[in-house]
């Protein structure tokens, strides 16, 4: 196959959710079609349960079970699928931001019973900030759900996209009797507990009498339900959803694989292929013959005596081959990779080539940090890894005077690896750790002490928000900092952070400095 062949047909995305919409299953589902694995309950979920907080073992297991599952590539139908696995749990909703960084497209599991929560809409935020083509799968419909009507009223709403179903509910819950796929014009109907492949019927046209047949005195309802449709939504077009406007909707059932074929056959067919990506210089063309690629996650180790990680890449343009010298831009060095993998489902293994939309894993010692670029000689650097306004904050401080390297040392690489977002507050020094949970925090001290023998003491610290700020008027960004000496922090890349401990701090701090930007991500 040439190599624009392999660019248009990959397909390289995430399936996001909040908690417990299904996300684990519909994944689980997606790789049988894929063959990629034959039983049920082979994949597993990488939550982290909030029961298990001080369960240290359970969180490296979980970490285990996060490398196995971070990426899972299988062939459908001549294309080449690559999932992206995002954390569950929200206190790593970073992880899981930086992911989306990574994907061409999302797909969104909602609940029907609980329609759009928290997680949910935060998620769709960052999909926003890129413009990434999204489809919603509406799940759980064997269960008493809101009206359909009214879910897709609430996405509109609540996730600021426009909607299109592609397949539409027939009953609901107890009464469930199937949907009426829109986008491939058949009845798909649903047994309860048969857990293979959907009956479907060809109806071009639901007016049709057989209908009633198959949907009985659910008949009426579905052509009165699909004369609404066609009247409020227009007509689906692949180009308002590749810009991220539009959101096509399917229902089913990803327990018991309703309406998951469904929606993979129609993912393989509009979802986008590998997409050009800006870099700070100019946009990269995955057709591009010169190999870039950025990195995206690190994977520490789980051994503590050796420092390893797995630094994960996605390959931008260009063939990335085995064993071929590669330019590390930050550092500025040549490396070569004797055993990259790939992951195949459940499995890993090296390999000597990969394909723009590919992710391939590096075994690393330390070089990497996440967001680095790595090219075939050229000076790209890829822009937005953002990081978002951590919601927690504390000091971090050595609790033994004679370790005090090694936990600088782990506070760096931590760091780098993504894992929380450092500041040093300008007032006194003192090294103050954000996370978006504390859970995090958790997972700090104990790999901060696992892996570099360092014991940290930490001290609360109550903050608002923290904001990087910037002007165009450099005497008003000094004043700024001088009146606030005591609020003012730097990032890691030495970016000016101001800490405002009150919602009603930042908004006088906004209104006496007018020429001042507050962001509340680092990518602006
Ligand atoms: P995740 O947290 O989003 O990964 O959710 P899971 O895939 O782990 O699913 C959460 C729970 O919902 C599990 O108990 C699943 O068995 C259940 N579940 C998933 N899909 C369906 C469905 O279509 N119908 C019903 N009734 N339950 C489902």
Redesign the pocket.
């Known amino acids: 196959m040439n190599f624009q062949d392999e660019i248009k047909r990959r397909r390289t995305f995430a399936i996001i ?1 909040h ?8 994944t689980e589902k997606l790789l049988l079609f894929g063959g990629a694995i034959h039983v049920a309950g082979a994949v597993k ?1 990488n ?1 982290i349960k909030k029961t298990a907080t001080s369960d240290w073992m359970e969180i490296e297991k979980q970490r285990g079970i996060s490398v196995a599952t971070s990426v899972m590539g299988f062939d459908y139908n001549g294309y080449k699928i690559n999932i992206l696995d995002t954390p ?1 749990h929200q206190d790593f909703a970073e992880d899981t931001f930086r992911t989306l960084t990574a994907v061409d497209s999302v797909i969104i ?1 909602i609940d029907a019973a609980k329609g759009v929560e928290a997680q949910t809409r935060k998620l769709m935020e960052v999909c926003r900030m890129r413009n990434t083509p999204v489809i919603v799968f509406i ?5 008493e759900g809101k009206d359909p009507f009214d879910l897709l009223d609430e996405i509109e709403a609540e996730l600021s996209i426009h909607v299109r179903p592609l397949s539409w509910p027939i009953g609901g819950g107890q009464t469930f009797k199937g949907v009426y796929n829109i986008f491939e014009h058949k009845l798909d109907l649903y047994t309860p507990s048969k857990q293979t492949i959907t009956e479907s019927i060809k109806f071009d046209d639901i007016h049709h009498p057989d209908l009633e047949k198959y949907i009985g005195n659910h008949t009426a309802k579905l052509r009165e339900d699909m004369e609404i449709i066609e009247g409020v939504y227009p007509l689906f077009d692949t180009k308002p959803y590749l810009e991220g406007h539009l959101a096509p909707v399917f229902f089913g ?4 694989n309703f309406g998951v074929k469904e929606l993979l056959d129609c993912f393989v067919q509009i979802a986008p292929c590998p997409l050009p990506t800006q870099a700070m210089e100019r946009v990269i063309h995955p057709e591009e013959e010169a190999f870039s690629g950025f990195i995206f996650k690190i994977h520490a180790n789980m051994d503590p005596n050796h420092r390893s990680c797995i630094a994960f890449v996605k390959v931008c343009s260009g063939k990335f081959e085995r064993n071929v010298n590669y330019k590390h831009v930050r550092q500025n060095k040549m490396l070569r990779f004797s055993s990259p993998t790939a992951f195949m489902a459940q499995k890993k293994e090296v390999v000597d080539e990969a394909y723009p939309g590919d992710i391939v894993g590096l075994p690393d010692t330390g070089n990497f940090k996440i967001g680095d670029s790595l090219t075939s000689g050229e000076e790209i650097h890829f822009k937005g890894l953002p990081s978002f306004s951590p919601e927690m904050f504390k000091y971090i401080e050595n609790a033994d005077p004679m370790k005090a390297k090694q936990l600088n040392k782990g506070i760096d690489q931590l760091m780098d690896e993504g894992v929380a977002q450092l500041f040093i507050h300008q007032n006194n020094g003192r090294k103050i750790i954000g996370t978006v949970g504390q859970l995090q925090f958790e997972v700090i001290q104990y790999r901060l002490l696992h892996e570099y023998g360092a014991q940290s003491k930490w001290e609360p610290l109550s903050l608002y928000k923290a904001c990087w700020i910037e002007s165009d008027d450099k005497d008003e960004l000094e004043n700024f900092k001088r009146r606030k000496f005591q609020y003012m922090a730097v990032d890691k890349e030495g970016r000016d952070v101001f800490l405002a401990d009150s919602g009603y701090i930042l908004q006088m701090a906004q209104q006496d400095f007018k020429n001042i930007r507050f962001h509340f991500s680092s990518e602006f």
Request: no cysteine; glycine share 10%; net charge positive.
């Open positions: 959710s908690p417990d919409a299904g996300k684990t299953t519909l979920s939550k569950g599991v799940n759980k419909m064997d269960r059932s990803a327990l018991n």
